[in-house]
């Protein structure tokens, strides 16, 4: 694969603060790739400095082997969901994505083909005709979905793109944005910092405070920084003994002894010279959470 995006040694600071402080990292084309972090850690200065909305102090980034000093050849490469809509509350559903589609040149059969394909699968037919005004949040988050693929992008940047939104929009939104990735070979680079979104990336890097402080594929992450659980619901009290001698740790509870290992190999390990002590159990690989609060110190739920 070949990098669409490539950023080096990106700096911004706001006086004090270093919200970009030296990153770099690269996206494949075709991916999902994912920035984590929590609000403030430095995603959205980083996207908006990817598409001119803010200029960048030092470093270097490129797009499609572009420069972004040339930024008015790489926009309409892309589509671009920033976290506060940009459409016009006034106008309906159908001339915000008419307008929109109108900055690109497109022709009238083509926008009504693509409107057409994006409306259908993200379910938005019905409320075309609709102010945006009278939208539900659900509904407005969808229609800046839409405007920012009306173009067909190469890359689709979106910036906390699901903040909000119910389970049901959300695998929604998901399913979608996993078709076209699939069929059209999108690029999709997406800050959140829901940890289910960031499970299923290509590749995630973790930002804090300006700083990248982890980067991998999701199973590399939590292979390296996140401890695997073997819990048990039935077993023999003896097997506490042994834990006790190799000095193991363990939590136990009234519904289940759980026990803590380095990684899965561990585990399985144990379980093959021990697995008579045990009766009910499974073996629970590390999460995407336990990865983040190894690498930053900090819950990412309490950013949500």
């Known amino acids: 694969m070949e990098h669409i995006i490539e950023i080096k040694n990106l700096k911004k600071y706001f006086g004090e603060v270093k919200a970009v402080d030296d990153i770099s990292f690269s996206v494949n084309e075709g991916e999902l790739f994912a920035f984590l972090g929590l609000n403030g850690a430095g995603k959205s200065t980083t996207i908006n400095i990817l598409v001119g909305v803010l200029t960048k102090d030092s470093g270097e980034c490129y797009i499609n082997g572009l420069s972004i000093d040339n930024i008015e050849k790489i926009l309409p490469t892309i589509g671009i969901v920033f976290q506060s809509s ?49 939208l539900s949040g659900g509904q407005k988050r969808k229609v800046d979905i839409v405007r920012a693929l009306i173009h067909k992008p190469k890359i689709l940047i979106l910036d906390e793109p ?130 983040f609060l190894a690498v930053t110190g900090k819950e990412l739920k309490e950013n949500i």
């Open 86 to 134: 940009v459409l016009d509350k006034k106008l309906s559903v159908y001339d915000n994505l008419k307008y929109r589609a109108m900055l690109y040149n497109i022709t009238k059969n083509e926008f009504e083909d693509n409107l057409k394909f994006f409306t259908e699968r993200l379910e938005l037919n019905n409320i075309l005709k609709k102010p945006l005004e009278k």
């Open 162 to 291: 699901t903040t909000g939104l119910d389970p049901r929009t959300r695998k929604l939104v998901w399913n979608f944005i996993s078709e076209l990735i699939k069929n059209e070979n999108l690029t999709v680079l997406l800050t959140t910092h829901y940890m289910e979104e960031a499970t299923i990336a290509d590749n995630v890097v973790i930002i804090d405070s300006g700083k990248i402080v982890a980067e991998g594929s999701p199973n590399v992450l939590k292979n390296r920084y996140a401890s695997d659980y073997l819990r048990a619901y039935k077993y023999d009290k003896e097997i506490l003994n042994i834990l006790s001698d190799l000095k193991l740790p363990y939590k136990k509870s009234k519904n289940c002894l759980e026990i803590i290992f380095k990684n899965t190999e561990s585990a399985k390990d144990f379980l093959v010279k021990n697995n008579k002590y045990f009766n009910d159990l499974e073996i629970v690989k590390g999460s995407m959470d336990d990865v």
